[in-house]
T-cell receptor, first 116, second 111 residues
């Protein structure tokens, strides 16, 4: 039972390089999310996808783009990496509907990204 | 002011102790509330949802006070395995789940 799978687990980039973080879930969840976690800041929402075919900005979207490729997959792209984007990135998914606000989000085990 | 505030700790307690964490939130329209647990260098995992009437799951009890806008988590008979960071989480939107995370309270349980 894989749940939410993120790749890669670790990555080091140079400033200006681009890369895509991959996320896939096998729980048939409608909604998917990307967060970053920095010391003393808590998890902050970058982008989310309420359902297949839709994406919306979260709290800190600048410097990122996303693609909801299908119901299972939600990728996060850094077009031109900056040192400020050094962080731990988590993907999450949840069952979603107007009556499902108490459903938990299930997280992948994170991608540790360093930008030099 | 942060939307969700927690004491970062650490709370150092011996095994068997009872420990309580509090959390305050600023958005009075918040709809649902959770406690997540995060182990060092791991992903957050749901510990329990918090209901208006309060709820209990084994050694864990969660309370919600909407009037004062705070949430609490009580852990009884602490175990070494309870050592972790506890995240207070609030959903401030109706119709869709967009969670706001506190920075977490670190708990260290010692033998």
């Amino acid at each position: 039972n894989a749940g939410v799978t993120q790749t890669p687990k670790f990555q080091v980039l140079k400033t200006g390089q681009s890369m895509t973080l991959q996320c896939a879930q096998d729980m048939n969840h409608n909604s998917m999310y990307w967060y970053r976690q920095d010391p003393g800041m808590g998890l902050r929402l970058i982008y989310y996808s309420a359902s297949e075919g839709t994406t919306d900005k979260g709290e800190v979207p600048n410097g990122y783009n996303v693609s909801r490729l299908n119901k299972r997959e939600f990728s996060l792209r850094l077009e031109s990496a900056a040192p400020s984007q050094t962080s731990v990135y988590f993907c999450a998914s949840s069952v979603q509907g107007s009556h499902n606000n108490n459903q938990p989000q299930h997280f992948g085990d994170g991608t540790r990204l360093s930008i030099l | 002011r942060k939307e969700v505030e927690q004491d970062p700790g650490p709370f150092n307690v011996p095994e068997g102790a009872t420990v309580a964490f509090n959390c305050t939130y600023s958005n009075s329209a918040s709809q649902s509330f959770f406690w997540y647990r995060q182990d060092c260098r791991k992903e957050p995992k749901l510990l329990m949802s918090v209901y208006s009437s309060g709820n209990e799951d084994g050694r864990f009890t969660a309370q919600l006070n909407r009037a004062s806008q705070y949430i609490s988590l009580l852990i009884r008979d602490s175990k070494l395995s309870d050592s972790a960071t506890y995240l207070c989480v609030v959903n401030s939107f109706t119709g869709f789940q967009k969670l706001v995370f506190g920075t977490g309270t670190r708990l260290l349980v010692s033998p």
